[in-house]
């Protein structure tokens, strides 16, 4: 990152900022110092929106002690109903009204204050880049720039529902959110139903049709709700129609600034970063940026090179410090003063998998290999699309089966659904 006399932090916990409505959400402000002073500023300011706990140790270890040396205030702030903010029992997982609004107050909140040069950026992974999209469709005034990462766009085509079908995942996401919901925070017999129920999660799964009232979820009632609309809700209804749960419908209303949108090839959101960012692209005066990479939903953070099974070489690993590296000379182009020079080159990085020798690398995966490539757009103009055929035999054919040919034919045995509460564990920023 370049050689600087780091900022000292000096950190201001549960500022409860307040909202329209009259709800306050808690905020952890670090703020630059200089031999134990806290500086007047202004400076830039980067927000992250979470319901991981803003006070997490891996969040501070991972944006915190990062940015704000570099001479940026960050703001951490818990989501409506959770952790330390209040509104309790107004917190449905992703489907939150209010979040849009939530995040355009926070971010008008920041840029008022005396040590705010009022431009603000957001960042954040997963959940709390989904945040910042909703925040986006209303505008900040004062919000200058984003990076959301692994995000999904479209809860019911990319999160929720995969094919009509609940991804299990999900029922897993919301016991964790359960377990430290405000609901049941005084309540130990509540939470360690939850915990058991996280614990027995595969029983549960095999007990469905879920009914109200019968799964650990029925201690915070707004996520049984939730919990019931994923599961029974199987048509693209009202409900997956919200702005909350669908955003791209709304997209023309996004706000025209400066964008990064980063994912992996194998995360389950692949299709909803690329979308968005070609929808940005199309629409936007400003400049916008896609980073798509050989990763799972947390490899690139991870510095993973891999996924399952398959290497795609040391040019394909991140990690935290790469990550953050780049966010750094992002925002320092649209939040510092003076801003950096604009970066040159072409918007789009793609890692286009292959090439590689085909052996097992010395932890027994594939080496499969890769390399990056630089794009001018996305979808590529030069792309060709092409139909291919079953054929009868099992084969694919670019040429149509024959009037005479016989019909490919295909047998599918219904198994019982495979439980994934693993998936559930995961954090992200």
């Given at each position: ?424 564990r995961t954090r992200d920023i």
């Open positions: 990152m370049g050689s600087f006399e780091p900022y000292q932090v000096a950190i201001f916990k549960d500022l409860m900022i307040p909202m329209r409505d009259g709800v306050r959400l808690a905020a952890d402000v670090y703020r630059p110092a200089r031999a134990g002073e806290v500086l007047p500023g202004p400076f830039p300011a980067l927000l992250v929106r979470t319901s991981y706990d803003k006070q997490a140790e891996w969040l501070i270890d991972e944006v915190a002690d990062c940015f704000t040396p570099r001479g940026y205030v960050l703001v951490l702030q818990d989501l409506r109903g959770r952790h330390r903010s209040e509104g309790t029992g107004q917190y449905f997982h992703t489907v939150n009204e209010t979040a849009g609004t939530d995040g355009y107050d926070t971010v008008e909140w920041i840029a008022a204050q005396p040590w705010s040069n009022g431009r603000v950026g957001a960042m954040g992974s997963s959940h709390l880049a989904l945040v910042q999209t909703h925040m986006a469709l209303y505008r900040p005034p004062h919000l200058a720039a984003i990076w959301p990462d692994v995000s999904p766009t479209n809860s019911y085509a990319h999160q929720v529902r995969w094919g009509g079908a609940m991804q299990l995942h999900m029922f897993g996401a919301l016991f964790l959110h359960a377990y430290d919901a405000q609901e049941i925070r005084d309540d130990p017999p509540a939470r360690q139903r939850v915990l058991q129920g996280m614990e027995r999660m595969g029983d549960w799964v095999r007990r469905t049709p879920f009914q109200p009232g019968e799964t650990p979820l029925a201690a915070v009632p707004n996520l049984e709700k939730t919990m019931l609309d994923y599961y029974r809700r199987g048509a693209y209804d009202e409900f997956w129609r919200l702005e909350s749960n669908d955003f791209e419908p709304h997209f023309q209303r996004h706000a025209d600034i400066p964008g990064t949108y980063s994912g992996g090839w194998y995360d389950p959101f692949a299709i909803a970063t690329t979308r968005y960012y070609a929808a940005m692209a199309r629409q936007n005066r400003s400049p916008q940026r896609l980073v798509m990479g050989p990763w799972t939903h947390g490899g690139m953070r991870a510095g993973y090179s891999f996924a399952g099974d398959v290497d795609f070489g040391s040019e394909a690993a991140w990690g935290r410090d790469r990550y953050n590296r780049e966010r750094l000379s992002w925002f320092e182009g649209w939040l510092k003063d003076p801003p950096a020079p604009p970066d040159p080159s072409p918007p789009v990085r793609l890692f286009r998998m292959g090439g590689g020798s085909g052996r097992k690398t010395e932890e027994g995966r594939l080496s499969h290999g890769g390399e990056w490539r630089c794009e001018n757009e996305w979808p590529l103009a030069r792309t060709r699309y092409q139909a291919y055929y079953l054929r009868c035999g099992g084969g694919l054919s670019p040429s149509p089966p024959g009037p005479r040919e016989a019909a490919a034919r295909a047998r599918h045995a219904s198994v019982p659904p495979a439980p994934n509460p693993g998936a559930a």
